[in-house]
């Protein structure tokens, strides 16, 4: 059975979590993206040696960022999930970010969440709270990994979970609006 994973709503109905859609686990090199027109998780690239994903990075459904693509999330865990497990997330903040590629700059924020569940629940409730070597390091990955793909990524700045939030509710606005289709090349 073929399921769209971008039609499944951005809030989890019942708790109102954000809803996030892991294309790439954490420890992997590999780089995984969702093709919404096959509806399968595609072996899209390999980091570098040494390089591996130090979080679960995925996507939220129903939304449209600047870019094109999902809004793009982190998702901090003790543990990977796998390529398309459907995650509940608490919403911490967001790292503000512009990426320039061929000239071109566009924002390419990236959400930061933890994972909650009805028998997962963590004790942070702000981007504030998690250590800033945990997230000058995931900066740090950002920067290098879109180095070494030959485009500059700045963080531009870090805001709280409503800043987050209203992110989240203007990528549901743009998706709607976009007719829900767009050409996506889902690069972190």
Known sequence: MHR?????PARHSRTGLLNVIVETPRGSRNKYRYDE???LFLLHKRLPA???FPFDFGFVPATRAEDGDP?????LADEATMAGCLTTVRLLGVLEAEQTEK????????LVGVAETEKIHPEITSLDQVPPREIE???HFFVSYNRYEGREFVIVGRG????AWKLVESGMRSYQTSGNHAARSRDA
């Open 4 to 8: 769209d994973l971008m039609r499944l």
């Open 37 to 39: 027109e096959l509806g």
């Open 50 to 52: 040494g390089a591996a």
């Open 71 to 75: 809004l793009d999330v982190v998702v």
């Open 103 to 110: 000239g071109e700059t566009l924002r390419n924020d990236r």
């Open 137 to 139: 390091q995931i900066e």
């Open 160 to 163: 709280g979970p409503k800043v």
